[in-house]
């Protein structure tokens, strides 16, 4: 959806532009998931015009999810909901002043208490960040885990251990050694007195990935054991 939105013609751009508004306006309910998968996918492409493209179009969505919420309960749309605020939420750490300055600006439209949603959305944007870590732009992913880990690390690192177990637990192998790389991040950032808290359950996560028949398993969780022992 975001690839004509990010073209570099500025008249193709704003002719996609309206199209997918009109598109997202008449289907945006009837058919959320299967419009906002691909502009999740779109956040992490190497192309800051797509990265751009897809905020501006996840902004048209939570136009639609707001206005329809104001009115309904719908727990599925209120997910997908949240969804879209957690992928706005990671692009306010772009590297990149355009894509950057649009999350700001639509987060900045429909969130005036940071903390309480980033609570509310936790588990989606640890999922985000798992799969948005081994993406071709894995460092916006990196640098939003960094900059939270500063911010909020001691305030909701107990739940966000919650969520890797419950990664962990599954089985897509990819999710797995994203769970280990995003646990990277979050050690760096931690002082040791406070990581010793969780020691027990830090422990039966390495462990759990030390002794997994995936490669790629094993070096991501070589790197939480370079910084903690």
Same mark, same amino acid.
């Given at each position: &959806?975001?690839?004509?939105?990010?073209?570099?013609?500025?008249?193709?751009?704003?002719?996609?532009?309206?199209?997918?508004?009109?598109?997202?306006?008449?289907f945006?309910?009837?058919?959320?998931?299967?419009?906002?998968?691909?502009?999740?996918?779109?956040?992490?492409?190497e192309?800051?015009r797509?990265?751009?493209?897809?905020?501006?179009l996840?902004?048209? &969505?939570?136009?639609?999810?707001?206005?329809?919420?104001?009115?309904?309960?719908?727990?599925?749309?209120e997910?997908?909901y949240?969804?879209?605020? &957690?992928?706005v939420?990671?692009?306010?750490?772009?590297?990149?002043?355009?894509?950057?300055?649009?999350?700001?600006?639509?987060w900045?439209?429909?969130?005036?208490?940071?903390?309480?949603?980033?609570?509310?959305?936790?588990g989606?944007?640890?999922? &985000?960040?798992?799969?948005?870590?081994?993406?071709?732009?894995?460092?916006?992913?990196?640098?939003?885990?960094?900059?939270?880990?500063?911010?909020?690390?001691?305030?909701?690192?107990?739940?966000?251990?919650?969520?890797?177990?419950?990664?962990?637990?599954?089985?897509?192998?990819m999710?797995?050694?994203g769970?280990?790389?995003?646990?990277?991040?979050?050690?760096?950032?931690?002082?040791?007195?406070?990581?010793?808290?969780?020691?027990?359950?830090?422990?039966?996560?390495?462990?759990?990935?030390?002794?997994?028949?995936?490669?790629?398993?094993?070096?991501?969780?070589?790197?939480?054991?370079?910084?903690y022992?």
């Open positions: &959806m975001a690839v004509f939105v990010s073209d570099e013609d500025e008249s193709i751009r704003n002719a996609s532009l309206q199209v997918q508004k009109i598109l997202i306006g008449n945006g309910l009837s058919h959320t998931e299967m419009l906002l998968e691909p502009l999740f996918d779109g956040l992490f492409e192309s800051w797509k990265r751009n493209g897809s905020l501006i996840i902004g048209e &969505m939570l136009n639609v999810l707001k206005s329809f919420l104001y009115d309904n309960s719908d727990t599925e749309k997910d997908c949240y969804q879209a605020l &957690m992928g939420y990671i692009i306010k750490d772009d590297e990149v002043d355009r894509p950057r300055e649009t999350a700001f600006k639509v900045n439209e429909y969130i005036d208490n940071t903390p309480k949603t980033l609570k509310i959305g936790l989606t944007l640890v999922k &985000m960040w798992v799969r948005g870590i081994k993406q071709p732009a894995s460092n916006i992913a990196l640098r939003s885990i960094t900059n939270f880990a500063i911010k909020y690390g001691e305030t909701y690192f107990a739940d966000v251990l919650d969520y890797f177990d419950e990664y962990i637990n599954g089985k897509d192998d999710l797995k050694s769970v280990y790389d995003v646990l990277v991040e979050f050690l760096k950032k931690l002082q040791q007195a406070y990581l010793d808290k969780f020691k027990e359950q830090l422990r039966v996560l390495i462990d759990n990935g030390l002794f997994s028949s995936v490669q790629e398993i094993r070096r991501s969780v070589v790197k939480c054991l370079s910084i022992v």
